[in-house]
């Protein structure tokens, strides 16, 4: 099992950067593939990027490809997700996930943090 703590969200304004980190604890981080996602207000969970055990492969949504940037720190145990050209649209609250797949679909990640909000304004 791992616990997953999220931290770096805050209230920011349109065109700046957040990164946001994940550290992990428990289980061997680098036993896990890991996720982004995020959830805004009325609309279902979705994901944001994802990341393989070894860092080798990472893929994103076509909604932030080319603004975020997933990354990982097994010695740290930590994942990071860059953020750079914030927009409103991205306003929401971010959680990180671990599972046993590199994979954008959320019921594959078994582990959860409890989330950090990221609020843009226009």
């Known amino acids: 099992q791992v616990q997953l703590v999220e931290s770096g969200g805050g209230l920011v304004q349109a065109g700046v950067s957040l990164r946001l980190s994940c550290v992990a604890s428990?289980?061997?981080?680098?036993?896990?593939?890991m996720g982004w996602f995020r959830q805004a207000p009325g609309k279902e969970r979705e994901f944001v990027a994802g990341?393989?055990?070894?860092?080798?492969?990472?893929f994103y949504a076509d909604s932030v490809k080319g603004r975020f940037t997933i990354s990982r720190d097994n010695a740290k145990n930590t994942l990071y997700l860059q953020m750079n050209s914030l927009k409103p649209e991205d306003t929401a609250v971010y959680y990180c996930?671990?599972?046993?797949?590199?994979?954008?679909?959320?019921?594959?990640?078994?582990?959860w943090g409890q989330g950090t909000q990221v609020t843009v304004s226009s």
């Open positions: 428990g289980r061997a981080f680098d036993s896990y593939a």
């Open positions: 996930a671990a599972g046993p797949d590199a994979t954008s679909a959320t019921y594959r990640f078994y582990y």
């Open positions: 990341i393989r055990r070894l860092a080798s492969t990472t």
